[in-house]
C-alpha cells in the first residue's frame, strides 16, 4: 500500500478544491533518483531544480580539487539525495502556493487512493458555522449633567 499525502488549494471554492487536489506520494522518488532535473521540472519545482543545479554545478568545479573517483561518488550521493527528499521538496512548494494539507489517505495505486480520499470528503457534512452571540448593549446608567468619569466643574458629592 502506498501512502499520499492529499494537498487543496487554501482559498478556492469547494468544486475548484477538489479539481485542483494534489496527491504527493509518500517515500522514495525512483524517478527523481533516475532524471533529477527533469522530475523537477515535470513538477514544476523551480527551487529544487535551482537547488539541484547549483549543487551539480559545485560538484563540478570540485572535480578539479577532488578527482573525477571522488566526485563521481558525490554525483552518485546527489541522485540518492534528490530521490530520498524530492517529495518533501514538492510539499514544501505546495505549502508556498498556498496549498494546505487535508489529510494523509493510502491505496494501492494513486487512482485507488483518489477514489477512498474523496468518497469520505464528499461524504463529510459542511461544517456548520457556531452560531452568533447576541450584542448586548449595557444600561444607561449615568446621570444627567456628568461627562465621561468627571462630574461638571463646582459640584460636590
Known sequence: ?????????????????ADRAVFVRDGFAFWALLFGP???LRHREWLGLVGWLVVAALISVAERWLGPVTSGG?????????????????RLTLALRGF???G???GQSREAAERRFFDSWLSQPSPVPPPVPPVLHPARSV???????????????
Open 100 to 102: 494546505r494539507e487535508a
Open 38 to 40: 527533469l522530475w523537477f
Open 143 to 157: 446621570p444627567p449633567g456628568v461627562l465621561g468619569l468627571f462630574p461638571e466643574s463646582g459640584a460636590r458629592p
Open 1 to 17: 500500500m502506498a501512502i499520499f499525502s492529499v494537498h487543496l488549494p487554501g482559498n478556492a471554492a469547494s468544486e475548484v478544491t
Open 104 to 106: 494523509v489517505v493510502e
Open 74 to 90: 558525490l554525483e552518485l550521493i546527489l541522485a540518492l539525495a534528490t530521490g530520498v527528499a524530492a517529495n518533501d521538496i514538492r
